[in-house]
């Protein structure tokens, strides 16, 4: 009898450490495709210089793309943007949006505009902590910012200076 309480005891230290072990694996690799999205994001809002509706040689501006290769890599994790950021909420459409309170976006951008007329665009992006038996365990984001990108657009129209 004691033998088997024992066994019993160590398999649910085992299972509790599984459990961890792969929670922790499902957060960094939900992480780390947010962050490479992220990342490709900001290279092409600096590539087109901003965020344009029409781009050269007729393939669609930065925000078309952008909205493309977000389908393409099967991203679909949303989340709630802060207010004076603009954000997708349908990644077939060419425009961003004001964001409003409490509705969901694919991801959001800002801008800030210096004296010297340089922007600089900071794009959220969103990702869920989702464990296969226990669900959806919660919802996280990741940032980044451009560099410092003159003269820029923002939603097909210049920046004002």
Do not use: H
């Amino acid at each position: 009898m004691r033998e088997s309480i024992g066994t019993t005891w160590i398999y649910g230290l085992v299972l509790t450490f599984t459990l961890i072990f792969s929670g922790f694996l499902v957060l960094a690799l939900s992480y780390s495709k947010a962050y490479k999205l992220k990342n490709e994001m900001t290279s092409m809002i600096e590539k087109y210089e901003g965020l344009t509706t029409v781009g050269a040689y007729n393939n669609g501006g930065s925000i078309k793309i952008i909205n493309q290769y977000l389908k393409n890599a099967n991203y679909s994790a949303k989340g709630v943007c802060n207010s004076g950021e603009y954000g997708s909420n349908d990644l077939t459409t060419e425009t961003l949006e004001a964001a409003v309170q409490n509705e969901k976006y694919y991801y959001c951008v800002s801008y800030t505009t210096n004296s010297k007329c340089r922007s600089i665009f900071r794009v959220t992006l969103f990702y869920d902590f989702n464990l296969p038996v226990l669900g959806k365990l919660g919802k996280y984001s990741v940032s980044g910012q451009t560099n410092e990108i003159f003269s820029a657009y923002f939603n097909g129209s210049q920046i004002a200076c």
